[in-house]
T-cell receptor, first 114, second 113 residues
Framework: AQSVTQLGSHVSVSEGALVLLRCNYS??????LFWYVQYPNQGLQLLLK??????LVKGINGFEAEFKKSETSFHLTKPSAHMSDAAEYFC????????????FGKGTTLSVSS | DGGITQSPKYLFRKEGQNVTLSCEQN?????MYWYRQDPGQGLRLIYY???????QKGDIAEGYSVSREKKESFPLTVTSAQKNPTAFYLC????????????FGSGTQLSVL
């Protein structure tokens, strides 16, 4: 079975500061890993995904994440936060085998202050 | 425009009543999913279907039922056995493949009267 743990239900940063959202995964087989974002009153959209092609993955809006097998982590970062980044972020995992579904973490709410 | 349509946007259930949430997609996706979103709980998988006439239980299937008679439709019924149905329900679809991204609908907010 696979699962993800997001450390910190709420992260607050100042505009221009580094954003770091933490995600650790558990999977018995090689996983695919995803970050989704949910802006206020909007649906979920994909930020980026890891599919084993490269350990450093770049996504939309300046976000990136690094897959570290030794630490079972897939943390999301952005060098400089913008007010428009305020949203809820979900890490998700899916096993690399047929018949599985995407399993989400509990989410981290990012607040950005001016 | 291609996408996923969920209806209604808001739904109210009386005690002992079954209600059905609609999910339709015109993306020609094989796989469809239902998730429940509660504050602080993230998205929890209720049911998913990889192909027509077949579906699997997710982590919290008790009190829910689904059908997949057509590729484009995956309705979710919240039965009277679900004692805490108040939540935001999200439907999603994707192409086959574990690396494929999910496309989400805009959700249905279900509340108990």
């Amino acid at each position: 079975a696979q699962s993800v743990t997001q450390l910190g239900s709420h992260v607050s940063v100042s505009e221009g500061a580094l954003v770091l959202l933490r995600c650790n995964y558990s999977s018995s087989v090689p996983p695919y890993l995803f970050w989704y974002v949910q802006y206020p009153n909007q649906g979920l959209q994909l930020l980026l995904k890891y599919t084993s092609a490269a350990t450093l993955v770049k996504g939309i809006n300046g976000f990136e994440a690094e897959f570290k097998k030794s630490e079972t982590s897939f943390h999301l970062t952005k060098p400089s936060a913008h007010m428009s980044d305020a949203a809820e972020y979900f890490c998700a995992v899916r096993a690399n085998q047929a018949g599985t579904a995407l399993i989400f973490g509990k989410g981290t709410t990012l607040s950005v202050s001016s | 425009d291609g996408g996923i349509t969920q209806s209604p946007k808001y739904l109210f259930r009386k005690e002992g009543q079954n209600v059905t949430l609609s999910c339709e997609q015109n993306l020609n996706h094989d796989a469809m999913y239902w998730y429940r979103q509660d504050p602080g709980q993230g998205l929890r998988l209720i049911y998913y279907s990889q192909i027509v006439n077949d579906f699997q239980k997710g982590d919290i299937a008790e009190g829910y039922s689904v059908s997949r008679e057509k590729k484009e439709s995956f309705p979710l019924t919240v039965t009277s056995a679900q004692k805490n149905p108040t939540a935001f329900y999200l439907c999603a679809s994707s192409n086959q493949g574990a690396y494929e991204k999910l496309f989400f609908g805009s959700g249905t907010q279900l509340s108990v009267l």
